[in-house]
Nanobody
């Protein structure tokens, strides 16, 4: 099994930035893709960004150009840097790790964008 622990959420003013971190532990050798999802109040969970072992990235349109996902394979970590934050970015952000036979979720970290 893979355990994921997120950190870095909090309250940010509109236009601000933050960096989310997620560290995996356990049976991490099988991880191929790591990503960030978010769930806003009353909405479904959506993919924000993901990155493969080979470095291929994918972003939801609403964060393209102002977010960067990166991965440190040696540290079993994935990061999401978000800039020019908007109130609509407010959500619980979840880390996800995917392997050939499993997928694991973190417990989530709250991001609130408000003045």
């Amino acid at each position: 099994q893979v355990q994921l622990v997120e950190s870095g959420g909090g309250l940010v003013q509109p236009g601000g930035s933050l960096r989310l971190s997620c560290v995996a532990s356990g049976s991490t050798f099988g991880i191929t893709t790591m990503g960030w999802y978010r769930q806003a109040p009353g909405k479904g969970r959506e993919l924000v960004a993901q990155i493969t072992t080979g470095g291929t990235t994918n972003y939801v349109d609403s964060v393209k150009g102002r977010s960067t996902i990166s991965r440190d394979i040696a540290k079993n970590a994935v990061y999401l840097e978000m800039n020019s934050l908007k109130p609509e970015d407010t959500a619980v952000y979840y880390c996800k790790a995917i392997g050939p036979f499993f997928s694991s979720w973190g417990q989530g970290t709250q991001v609130t964008v408000s003045s």
